[in-house]
């Protein structure tokens, strides 16, 4: 064991952005870091699992103890100060090892277990399926097949096995353009448009250098322009920018040269490459992260950041795809340099315009199946599983989860999730408490056995499913608009609030629409329920009652119970008063809703208090004995009586 | 009627008006004195009725014979009427200039518009002093209502009844008023019933260089605090500015001549700075064509935000000083008719709950605003396309309620009004065929004669149909004071307003819609629950005798 320091009392979590502080006891087991404040029955615990942090920074040693600064991958950062020394050092060369997994078998989850049995997990595992998904678009078909040259991963190890390719796409030509593109990533099927044929294939760049060119691979093309009866032409979207794809041609990669190759349009997209927008979110964050920030500083800061130009970039993109595919009925074809990072953003955004299956719960995990798990977006890299390369860790996926958030503000009934659905599954892309984000490929899944091993997230996600409806979600909205045309001015872009800050809780609105119409939902599919039975009951006395007409469907569902905290990488402990706890769970990590009001005596907004917003520290005490009085903080809510 | 004189060519035919996101219509564009009309004249299009007052500037071009007018308007819409015909062209445009910058208040469109609807309860008489003062009665015997201002000569921008410490004379608050600019001694905005602590705002106090003190000012002042109590004094302006103010006969509160007062600066920026900011941030809404650096940096210059947060900021710490610390507080700027009432009406709504129905905000704009003497008139002859020659124009007003509009981001479930509530009051100051926002100040008013010649603005809103419009579905009243985050994360942009003609809110407002539809249904279901309970237990007590033998 690395914890040598199991339990620290008298430990200060400072807030970021306020002078206000809370006493509590730090407690480290092998897998979370707690604090649990020390007051009495209310009081509110922090979880932590290792694998979100991301570093653990010891500060110079101040007055009141050791500060330790601890940032997250979810965006949580917390400030402890330590009273002696040495707990503050133990606790930081424990978690400095904790937080760094040698090997994937020290992954949470793989000691995670949700008591279920094997066979629970087995069907958790087969939810999400991608064999009917390509059924359901219409795959195989007279145009399309099924291909097994990667069944034992051989022509591709970062590809899935099943691979749909056109029916005329031979398997020599296969393997010959797959051995003229990076990684062997030759072009395949991701998204076929049934409506006009129209083909989304994705691969990654061709390895021509500045003159080479490569028979099988223009045949491979020429197959995916034969397959579209509707229109011969390809669109060739390379989603780097111009510049980055000249350079590659110096290591002897590059782009399609169109005169090799009949019936394609090249485009250019200029999305940049990981390490710009790791470099970017570094920047977002350590604006955002800056107290008493000045208006001025945040815009500045927000626009030099670049974070949402690359934002804007791949929407952009994704909608230059969409268009091609549902106006002109082209089919395209996308790649960037090895075909796992901004081809994944794009194809799967752009399926998400497309296809109106993709914006419901279960479609969106399909889709983050395909065109992410699937297809080989190295997670294990990017979101730094393993101590890994730091000049690989980027928020790709990060962002093609905030595109799809900017798309449910554009659209709020498009979406059969909201947004905590996204942060959730950000949460967990980090967590590593469930299997289906691990390491980089299907291969390496395989070899992991994580469907023996671990459980699927999914399942999880599904059985809570509750928790992240969109409660104006409108099934008829598809209907109207199959495909959704966002706008992209640029005011229609802004920071999100709820990912970046979502453990800052003096940030965010204090009351929240979602929440109360969530509740109001629910409370209509209980009313109906009792309507219902009410009117059994009346129709006993021979009472003949008009029929209430059920403006949803009505069901008889039982709700899943609603779990401790959203967050639910934090297993919550056992404690006296359960509904207390329901309650500040939710706040303190959400800090978004209302407190239903209580009859008499003390009533409190919560997350609403003078002190934690820092209008001004008010200027010190008129005379030497007259104190400015004393804001009481119960729990770090002011409490107020009415 | 002089109007017929400025009025040319009074019809055209064949006009095409062109406005984003909707399709363009062709009709015949007619000219009243206070209306520019374009009708289809087909049954299923709507008519485009405006304002002349509602216009801010107008441009004109001409390809050929055939003219185009661009009609900017006060609430940032902007809309393109081609007219064919050079001569006509030229008429039409010259008439919109001239109806749109008439100089006689008398003349403006509420003095002669008759209402459609039967007015059930005048706006006029709602929200009197007398009748806010009994409020405050119920609550302290502390205060008088003081008849010194009775012919407007001590503050002509006061009201005639103001509202004072009961143990101050008339003859100190005359000799305090010679003390504050504008005659605008401290009197009474709020009182908070919690703990007894008040808000006062005032004009600044003239001290001029040599440090000039008023004793009645400062008797006047520390009357208002509880024994061995302390206040707080906000200068909404910065040290150095206060500093400045000096060389022009205005100044602070010393330390020294007010020893149980605490003097805070902050930084919110007078009048001609908004101006210009809200003409920037404007063009920047406007601009189809920028990047994503060139929009961010451009709303970043107009500086719009950054007011946003300071009004909001020292309107916090107004409250939280009261609130938290228990002090009473005394506001003021340097007219104290300007950022002084957006600090004291934001603090009352943030720690009254009363503020944030939908009468309480009117009260609180009359009280606030129209009788504290806030110069509509001035601020709101011209928006944000005003182009050279401004006078005393700034977006006070548009900026108080954008700060609502904040908090009422953040408390959504907290205000009886919605956004739409907010965006009419914008207009109807700028523009309106009610008279509630002529004038600059009560004395004016009177001398108008608006409550006999003109229509209340509330009583149209105060009807149950207009209400209804206005509610809030989210509402559920609560009793707490409501402190809102002022980090730069946690403010937005005004959509609703700023880019209100740049955007389809086709499917936002249908999922507003969805939102209200839920609400209700929720409601109903609840109503119908209780009365199949009622049903059943009527039948139940019934039958009882005869199941049970």
Not at chain 2, 123 to 139: H, R
Not at chain 2, 346 to 360: N, S, V
Not at chain 2, 483 to 506: H, M, Y
């Amino acid at each position: 064991e690395h914890i040598r320091t199991p339990k620290v009392e008298q430990v200060k979590l400072l807030d970021r952005f306020s002078n206000k502080s809370t006493t509590g006891t730090l407690h480290l087991t092998a897998t979370h870091l707690i604090f649990a404040e020390s007051n009495g029955a209310s009081a509110q615990e922090i979880w932590i699992l290792h694998h979100h942090i991301a570093s653990v920074e010891k500060l110079s040693l101040t007055a009141s103890g050791c500060p330790l600064l601890i940032q997250c991958r979810n965006f949580r950062v917390v400030h402890f100060v330590i009273p002696r020394e040495r707990d503050c050092h133990d606790i930081y060369s424990s978690l400095f090892r904790l937080l760094r997994p040698v090997s994937y078998d020290e992954l949470y989850a793989f000691s995670y277990n949700p008591k279920q049995n094997d066979q629970q997990r087995e069907e958790g595992w087969q939810l999400i399926d991608l064999g009917p998904e390509f059924e359901r678009m219409g795959v195989p078909c007279d145009q399309w097949q099924l291909t097994d040259v990667n069944r034992d991963y051989k022509v591709c190890e970062t590809y899935p096995r099943d691979l749909y390719v056109p029916i005329t796409a031979s398997k020599p030509i296969i393997v010959g353009s797959s051995k003229f593109r990076s990684k062997g990533r030759f072009p395949v099927l991701t998204y076929f448009y049934q409506e006009k044929k129209a083909a989304v294939c994705r691969c990654s760049q061709p390895l021509s250098g500045f003159s080479a060119r490569c028979l099988e691979d223009e045949h491979m093309l020429q197959a995916i322009s034969k397959a579209n009866h509707n229109n011969r032409c390809i669109y060739v979207m390379d989603t780097r920018p111009k510049l980055n794809a000249l350079a590659n041609r110096a290591a002897g990669k590059g782009y399609e040269n169109e005169d090799n190759y009949s019936n394609i349009r090249f485009q250019f997209v200029g999305i940049e490459n990981i390490h710009v927008m790791r470099g970017s979110l570094q920047k977002l964050l350590e604006v955002v992260g800056t107290r008493s920030l000045s208006m001025t500083d945040y815009m500045v800061g927000l626009e030099n950041s670049g974070w949402l130009r690359h934002i804007k970039a791949i929407m952009d993109a994704a909608i230059f795809l969409a268009k091609a595919v549902t106006v002109e009925g082209a089919s395209v074809l996308v790649h960037c340099s090895d075909g796992w990072d901004r081809t994944a953003q794009v194809c799967a955004l752009g399926s998400l315009l497309m296809d109106p299956y993709y914006r419901t719960i279960k479609g969106f995990m399909v889709l983050i199946e395909k065109d992410w798990i699937s297809f080989g977006h190295k997670f294990a890299d990017r979101c730094d599983q393993l101590n890994g390369d730091s000049k690989e860790v980027s928020p790709i996926f990060t962002q093609f989860l905030e595109c799809v958030w900017h798309l449910t503000e554009q659209f709020p009934q498009a979406f059969e999730f909201s947004e905590w659905f996204l942060i959730q599954i950000h949460e967990h892309v980090h967590s590593c408490q469930f299997g289906n984000f691990l390491r980089n490929s299907q291969r390496q899944r395989e070899d992991l056995q994580l469907r023996e091993r671990t459980y699927s997230l999914w399942a999880h996600l599904l059985s809570e499913k509750q928790n992240y409806l969109n409660p104006i979600y409108s099934s008829s909205f598809e209907e109207s608009h199959p495909v959704l045309v966002p706008s992209t001015q640029a005011y229609h872009f802004k920071f999100w609030r709820n990912m970046y800050h979502q453990y800052d809780r003096s940030m965010h609105p204090r009351q929240s629409i979602l929440k109360h119409i969530l509740t109001l939902k629910e409370s209509n599919r209980e009313l109906e329920g009792t309507v219902r039975a009410l009117k059994a009951k009346l129709q006993k006395f021979g009472v003949s009652t008009s029929p209430l007409k059920p403006q949803t469907p009505p069901r008889e569902r039982s709700l899943p119970p609603r779990p401790q905290s959203l967050i639910l990488g934090a297993p919550v402990l056992s404690r006296k008063e359960v509904q207390r706890e329901e309650d500040e769970e939710v706040f303190a990590e959400e800090a978004r809703e209302d407190v239903p009001i209580s009859t008499g005596g003390e009533r409190t907004v919560e997350g609403s208090s003078a002190t934690e917003n820092g209008y001004m520290e008010l200027p010190g005490s008129f005379g030497s004995k007259s104190e400015p009085a004393v804001v009481t903080l119960e729990f770090g809510v002011a409490r107020m009586t009415c | 009627m002089e109007f017929a004189e400025l009025i040319k060519t009074p019809r055209v035919d064949g006009v095409i008006l062109h406005r984003p996101f909707m399709p363009k219509v062709e009709g015949t564009l007619c000219l009243t004195g206070h209306h520019l009309i374009l009708s289809s004249r087909q049954d299923n299009t709507e008519e485009l009725w405006l304002l002349h007052a509602n216009i801010d500037s107008t441009e004109k071009r001409f390809v050929g014979s055939l003219g185009t007018i661009i009609v900017k308007c006060k609430d940032l819409r902007v809309i393109q009427l081609d007219i064919p015909g050079m001569e006509e062209c030229l008429n039409i445009a010259s008439s919109i200039e001239a109806l749109s910058t008439l100089d006689s208040v008398s003349l403006m469109y509420p003095f002669f518009y008759r209402p459609l609807f039967e007015v059930i309860e005048d706006g006029w008489q709602l929200f009197l002093p007398e009748e806010v003062f009994k409020d405050l009665e119920s609550m302290t015997d502390e205060w008088r209502l003081s008849e010194v201002n009775k012919d407007f000569s001590v503050c002509p921008s006061y009201p005639s009844l103001l509202t004072v410490p009961k143990d101050i004379d008339d003859e100190t608050l005359c000799k305090a008023a010679s003390f504050r600019h504008g005659g605008r001694f401290p009197v009474l905005s709020y009182y908070h019933k919690k703990n007894g602590m008040v808000m006062m705002r005032a004009g600044q106090p003239l001290t001029g260089t040599n440090g000039r003190r008023c004793k009645e000012d400062e008797k006047l002042i520390n009357a208002t605090l509880c024994a061995g109590k302390r206040g707080y004094i906000i200068d909404t302006r910065t040290i150095a500015v206060a500093q400045q103010a000096k060389a022009r006969g205005g100044g602070f509160e010393q330390e020294a001549n007010y020893p149980q007062w605490r003097r805070i600066h902050k930084a919110i920026e007078r009048s001609s700075v908004l101006q210009e900011s809200l003409i920037k941030l404007v063009e920047a809404c406007n601009d189809q064509s920028h990047s994503m650096d060139r929009w961010l940096s451009k709303l970043e210059a107009s500086n719009w935000q950054s007011h946003v947060k300071e009004i909001l900021t020292t309107a916090c710490l107004a409250a939280q000083c009261i609130d938290r610390e228990g002090a009473s507080v005394l506001v003021h700027g340097t007219e104290g008719t300007d950022s002084t009432l957006q600090v004291t009406s934001l603090a009352q709504i943030i720690l009254d709950p009363e503020c944030r129905t939908i009468r309480g905000f009117e009260t609180l704009i009359e009280r606030e605003w129209l009788q504290a003497g806030h110069p509509f008139q001035q601020r709101c002859a011209q928006s944000a396309y005003s182009n050279g020659k401004l006078r005393s124009e700034a977006p006070v007003f548009l900026l108080f309620l954008d700060c609502v509009w904040q908090i009422l981001r953040q408390f959504p479930c907290s205000f009886q009004f919605n956004e739409k509530f907010l965006i009419i009051l914008f207009e109807h100051a700028y523009a309106s065929q009610f008279g509630t926002f002529l004038g600059n100040r009560v004395a004016e008013r009177v001398k108008l004669q608006l409550s006999q010649k003109t229509v209340s603005l509330w009583s149209w809103v105060n009807r149950p149909q207009e209400l209804e419009r206005f509610h809030n579905p989210l509402y559920e009243p609560n009793n707490l004071v409501i402190w809102p985050s002022v980090a730069p994360q946690s403010l937005l942009l005004w959509e609703g307003v700023f880019l209100r003609w740049n955007r389809s809110t086709k499917c936002l407002d249908e999922a507003y819609q969805e939102m209200v539809h839920i609400i209700e249904y929720n409601k109903e279901l609840q109503n119908k629950v209780n009365s199949l309970r009622r049903q059943l237990a009527e039948l139940e007590t019934e039958d009882s005798p005869l199941q049970t033998p």
